[in-house]
């Protein structure tokens, strides 16, 4: 059965007020928040290892658990497995580089590390980027954003054993790829979204493609809705499982889907619109539970919000410059470097110093996929930015583990990160 | 630009009602607009009573990031006036969701001292965050609960994001090269 997939009717998400699920709800109220007491008098319990190679770990997180039996008792999650010092090596790149650097964090949403990133660097430039690139950006911001969350259906499915969920979620998610691949020239790892605007226009036909995309990707999201929504196998695993109130959240800083699941509908591009986000007609998703089934159906949803934005972007695109005409930040057209000196010199100058950015320092948030991702940067007044660093909403939504693992079983932690979302190039950098 | 030489001018006064409220209650704090954002720059010793404040009176309940810089190899330092700057800053984001604001708190962390109180006993949420700090420069944070490093691996000597400690000092190796020439 296909279910009414009207994504304005948020109120039609609350449901599930299953005493089983209030009851764990009120234990998890309970639950010590980490770095408080562990609880007294153990008996005989086992400390197990769950990777840094374990398949449903995304990754290379280690997760220690205190057993009894097949309850956790406690968690902790050792991270710094990916750490490349990326943070040190963006001191190291002028800010024209600095792009192909960040675009690498959290390698599921790059476009979202790129856009914070460049915001940044504009706020200290004071510079206005033209409308076509901020409609150019948000489109593909959005797409990235039905990538990652399809990614998430995929991946999230399979930690769960429900196999063919993981085909169709990579199904869905490569038509996004095949697109985001014909507008930036890559899969992953972008660097599209650059200071000033965007690497390239967009190319001829790109909407009939963007079009035929969305088509296909709402296709299968109705399709995933009617697979596991009211499956009762995926029900039984995921509703009352991870429970995380509102006031763990805030107290956690933790943002994004998981916060949205609590019923809490913070999201900063309603909340704090950038980009043309206050111009778009869309609704933020939240439900009341905070349990995995919820984290799940947030993001399912979200699927159809951005889908209904890049709609919006294919009928409203804005004409004009792609990228603003300041030639201190962007480098001339190559044609004009056979002929112009001046272009020759600034093409010379961006690509060998970089552009010189005025001392100060900034932070600027936005909403990735799996929260508030920010970049907070100094600048000394020269090429390199003294200090870069960018607020990974996985890094800090991992802390919500302890809290929703405790009390539950050992397969249930295995739902409850996959319904964190986590990506380690993010945590790590 | 306020960090020219030349007379320096008063302090401006917050333009924001949360800083000015922080001011209000500290008065050796520096209200500082940074590019429309509102930035204060706090002393040391009341670095987790303003977070406190802004917590427990402001309706920060969330304190998004924690993080912090060295600047012993600045070539301008950006420092506004009324803030004797220091080798290191840290820098904590707050943000109030019903209020829908933020504010941003920086103190000075001198070179011979690099410590300042945790977070973490107010905002729990800054647990990791602190711990990276200490992991990386080396700033360690009084009343942390788990002061450990958390990306770097526990043997680790030295903070890498430090100005002072050079890139490629490890030399990269690989299975089955030949000796070093």
């Known amino acids: ?429 | 630009m306020s960090d020219d030489a030349g007379a320096p001018a008063a302090p401006p006064v917050p333009s924001d009602e949360v800083a000015a409220a922080v001011l209000e209650r500290f008065p050796e704090a520096v209200f500082a607009d940074s590019h429309g954002q509102a930035v204060v720059y706090v002393a040391r010793s009341a670095w987790a009573e303003v977070a406190g404040f802004l917590r427990d009176e402001q309706g920060f309940s969330m304190c998004v990031d924690v993080t912090a810089v060295d600047h012993l190899l600045d070539g301008v330092r950006h420092s506004p006036s009324g803030v004797s700057p220091e080798r290191f800053e840290v820098v904590a984001n707050f943000l109030a969701p019903a209020r829908n604001r933020r504010i941003r708190a920086i103190c000075e962390v001198p070179e011979g001292e690099a410590s300042a109180s945790s977070l973490t006993p107010v905002y729990p949420g800054a647990n990791f965050a602190e711990r990276e700090v200490f992991d990386l420069l080396g700033i360690v944070f009084e009343g942390h609960p788990d002061m450990t490093r958390i990306l770097m691996p526990d043997e680790w000597e030295g903070h890498p994001l430090r100005k002072d400690y050079a890139p490629a000092r490890v030399p990269v190796t690989f299975k089955g090269d030949p000796a070093p020439r």
């Open chain 1, 1 to 429: 059965m296909i279910r009414d997939l009207d994504p304005a009717g948020v109120g039609r998400l609350e449901r599930q007020t299953d005493e089983g699920a209030q009851e764990l709800r009120a234990r998890s109220r309970e639950a010590v928040l980490p770095g408080g007491p562990w609880p007294e008098g153990l008996g005989d319990t086992m400390i197990v290892n769950m990777g840094p190679q374990h398949p449903s770990t995304h990754g290379v997180l280690r997760i220690m658990m205190e057993l009894d039996s097949e309850e956790v008792l406690r968690a902790k999650a050792v991270v710094g497995y990916l750490h490349t010092g990326m943070e040190k090596t963006a001191e190291e790149l002028s800010y024209v580089q600095g792009c192909t650097n960040v675009t690498r964090m959290d390698y599921a949403s790059p476009l979202s590390n790129e856009l914070v990133y460049s915001m940044a660097v504009e706020r200290l430039l004071d510079l206005e980027v033209p409308q076509r690139a901020v409609w150019i950006r948000m489109m593909m911001a959005e797409l990235n954003r039905m990538s990652s969350h399809l990614l998430f259906q995929a991946s999230n499915g399979m930690d769960l054993g429900a196999v063919s969920m993981m085909l169709y979620g990579w199904r869905e998610r490569e038509e996004v790829l095949r697109l985001l691949e014909m507008i930036t020239g890559l899969r992953m790892n972008h660097n599209y979204i650059r200071v000033g605007g965007v690497a390239a226009d967009l190319p001829d036909g790109w909407q009939e493609a963007t079009l035929a995309a969305m088509d296909l990707v709402e296709k299968g999201v109705a399709e995933y809705d009617a697979l596991l929504t009211e499956n009762p196998i995926w029900l039984e695993r995921t509703v009352g499982v991870g429970l995380i109130t509102v006031e763990e959240c805030l107290a956690l800083s933790i943002t994004g889907p998981v916060l949205r699941s609590t019923g809490f509908a913070w999201d900063l591009r309603k909340a704090q619109p950038y980009l043309a986000y206050d111009d778009v007609d869309f609704d933020v998703i939240y439900t009341e539970n905070g349990d995995v089934f919820d984290r799940y159906r947030i993001r399912l949803y979200e699927i159809l919000e951005s889908a209904k934005i890049v709609r919006q972007c294919v009928e409203r695109m804005p004409a004009g410059d792609y990228r603003t005409q300041d030639h201190k930040v962007t480098p001339p057209p190559r044609e004009r470097i056979n002929e112009s000196m001046e272009a020759l010199i600034h093409h010379f100058k961006l690509f060998t110093e970089g552009f010189r950015v005025p001392a100060g320092e900034t932070y600027v948030a936005v909403e990735s996929p799996r929260g508030e991702i920010g970049c907070q940067l100094f600048s000394d007044g020269s090429a390199r930015p003294v200090r870069m660093h960018i607020r990974g909403p996985s890094f800090y939504n991992l802390q919500a583990m302890g809290p929703m693992v405790r009390g539950g079983l050992v397969a249930d932690a295995v739902a409850i990160v996959s319904s964190i979302d986590p990506i380690m190039g993010e945590v790590d950098r």
